[in-house]
């Protein structure tokens, strides 16, 4: 591709500007992922019992949804650029590990742009540290007009026992959490981790971007090595404040900005007195009331992932077929401008509230963004929005 465009294809400062140019994320079987602790194990047949975890009618619906999403941002005149993996493999090994796979799915996690520059982080999962080369031929065509950049963060080894059981005693919010996920999602617990500080760790989807402020939240992917790193390189532009609201991963289903002075935060998780400073004088939308997770989600979850899961792991591999996404995965939106966003279409309660506060709502179906670990944020990376750089305190 020849780049003669004399403005940066890469311009993004915020979540809710006017967008012009996304990333979507995509889903292919050859991505099915797997780790395990032994890097001269082989994958075969481990991968062959992987498989059974996604049956073709699970990707074929996984990726007409994806595709429908794709027709509503094009509808709105925004270009949309999908990744895909150049290689006839994506098996990898370290002197500490082997794994397989990779996520272009949720294209969020892993990268994230400031201003005119994309950085691809260090990821706390080992499948995920050369998912990198699915955007190798974007990230090049964006920035050969040499007006943007491409950063990436040095990347971790991940050796055993770098994470940790989360064992401190849980606050009364979150007592109140995992009571509620319990309910919404017929049963299926959380177990909660942190990272050691021996390396720098962070998935870009702990970060939450507000102009000049940004957000980094510690959990069990991301810890202060990662924070102090972007901090250090953001320097004295940005305020990058640090917070400890949500035990588990990622930031954008607790809170979320949809647009100059409102933000949408998760009851479950923030209440007045752990809101970041950052939004003290902002509108709070406080919402807790999601939908349950889908009986058909929970139904493959529990009958189809969970015992492939266990046979895996008595054979030393992990895989992400393990997780399911927190019920309020549904608080996982993604705003295409201050006035329009984007909203999985079974969360109809917070639909009417955002309509409420004079929103255009545009609902999308995701049917399986519980079991795929993401919902509209989570698979779009936003490229290009209108505006500079603003602060909006």
């Known amino acids: ?36 602790q032994n890097p001269n194990v082989k994958l075969d047949e481990a991968l062959k019992i992987l498989d059974k975890a996604y049956p073709q009618w699970y990707v074929d619906e996984v990726n007409e949804d994806i595709n429908d999403f794709q027709k509503i941002l094009e509808k709105h005149n925004v270009e949309v650029i999908k990744p895909s993996w150049p290689f006839p493999s994506s098996e990898f090994s370290t002197p500490n590990w082997k794994s397989h796979g990779y996520d272009i799915y ?8 400031f201003g005119n520059t994309v950085i691809t982080c260090p990821p706390s999962a080992r ?7 699915a955007f190798y031929e974007i990230f090049q065509y964006l920035t050969s007009n040499q007006l943007s950049k491409w950063v990436q963060v040095p990347s971790p080894s991940l050796p055993a026992g770098f994470e940790l059981p989360l064992n401190r005693k849980p606050t009364i919010l979150e007592i109140i959490e995992d009571e509620k996920h319990n309910i919404l999602s017929s049963g299926i617990s959380e177990n909660y981790k942190y990272l050691k500080d021996d390396e720098i760790i962070f998935d870009a989807a702990n970060i939450i971007r507000i102009g000049v402020d940004v957000l980094f939240l510690v959990s069990s992917t991301a810890n202060i090595q990662g924070y102090k790193w972007l901090k250090n390189y953001l320097g004295k532009d940005y305020r990058v404040h640090l917070t400890n609201t949500y035990r588990s991963s990622h930031l954008d289903s607790t809170i979320l ?49 969970e015992p492939i899961s266990k046979e895996l792991h008595t054979r030393g591999f992990q895989s992400p ?18 006035e329009t966003v984007c909203v999985e279409k079974n969360q109809i309660k917070l639909i009417k509230i955002l309509e409420q506060k004079k929103f255009n709502v545009i609902p999308v179906r995701y049917r399986h963004c519980f079991t795929m670990l993401g919902c509209l944020h989570c698979s779009t990376l936003d490229i290009e929005r209108e505006g500079g750089l603003v602060d909006y305190q």
């Not at 780049?3 to 996304?22: A, R, T, W």
């Not at 949720?106 to 742009?113: E, P």
């Not at 499948?127 to 080369?133: C, I, V």
């Open 1 to 36: 591709m020849n780049n003669k465009n004399n403005k940066p294809l890469i311009s993004s400062h915020d979540e809710f500007s006017k967008l012009q140019k996304v990333i979507l994320g995509t889903f292919e079987k050859s991505s099915m992922a797997l780790e395990c």
């Open 106 to 113: 949720n294209v969020r996690d892993n990268q994230i742009v």
């Open 257 to 305: 900005p949809l647009a100059p002075g409102i933000v949408l935060l998760n009851r479950n998780r923030v209440d007045e007195t752990t809101v970041p400073s950052m939004f003290r004088n902002w509108e709070k939308i406080f919402f807790d009331d999601v939908a349950e997770v889908p009986e058909e989600e929970i139904k493959f979850f529990k009958e189809v992932r």
């Open 127 to 133: 499948f995920r540290q050369n998912e990198y080369f």
């Open 321 to 338: 077929i393990s997780h399911l996404s927190s019920p309020w995965g549904g608080l996982n939106v993604f705003s295409i401008s201050p």
